[in-house]
């Protein structure tokens, strides 16, 4: 709607309004209007062009008025309204979405950061703890070998002074081989075996040979003599034996029979005086 004041007539005002909105107006009352009411109907006719004294008023900036949006262009624009609205909308969305996700990373990340430290602290503890048990085992370890070697002491002790008190040999014979018995036996039970190797093929695993003889008892190759016993630690050599090892006796080589020397003949003086015939004395005075 535009209003234009006259120059001379005070208070006049003239219109110009197109019939398309005239229309639109009328329909909108007629909607929001209730059908017993009586409708008036002011008919306005569009008027004329502005006369000449309207002529006079200076056109807005810009050098020429505005022209009125065409139907298409509002609905060009309240589409890329709703285009816009729906953009922002899901870019709402999606900002929402990844500040989430943030916040869940945030929350994982700080996790992971507590459960480092806490298993650096527990790693720390445990490696002091398994230092210090290390030191104890060797410092201790022995203990209980130490608890069963001490009986075999005790009767070792009471031996010299049994043999010291009686010259029984035959006691105190008898009194070593039940104390090595028990030292035998409490061994045993922290794993350590002997092993017997007379009479056995060599075996380099088990066996040190420190020489070999020339012996027919065993066959060739075979432990003959035992010097040093070896032992076993839970299944494990812990010594080797010390043994002899057998070897085959060299052949014996043939001697030529020498043959007894022909008897000497019978020496000359011999033979002359068997062959000179004695003087008789009838010989000799008949000389004379």
Known sequence: MRAVAGANEKGSIQTDIGQDVIDAA??????????????TVIEVQA??????ETSDVPPPEGGSA??????????ALRQEVESLKAQLEFSQAKGRETMERL??????????????????ADLDNYRKRALKEKEEVQR????????????????LDRAL???????????FQKGVAMTRKSFEDALGRHGVKSFSAKGQPFDPRMHEAIQQVETADVPAGHVAYEVVRGFYLNERLVRPALVVVARAPAPVEAT?????????????????????PPQSENSSGGSQ
Not at 105 to 114: F, L, P, S, T
């Open 103 to 120: 916040r869940e990373a945030h929350e994982r990340a700080k996790e992971a950061q507590e459960r480092t430290v806490r298993a650096a």
């Open 140 to 155: 201790f370890g022995s203990e209980k070998l130490l608890k069963d070697l001490l009986p075999v002491m005790d009767n």
């Open 26 to 39: 009328v329909r909108s009352v007629e909607r929001h209007m209730d059908p017993d009411e009586e409708v």
């Open 66 to 75: 505005a022209p009125s949006a065409t139907p298409e262009e509002v609905e």
């Open 161 to 171: 002074e049994a043999a010291a008190k009686s010259p029984d040999i035959d006691s």
């Open 47 to 52: 008027s004329e062009p502005a006369s000449a």
């Open 256 to 276: 030529p029979v020498t043959q007894p020397a022909e008897v000497a003949a019978t020496s000359p003086s011999s033979d002359e005086g068997a062959s000179t």
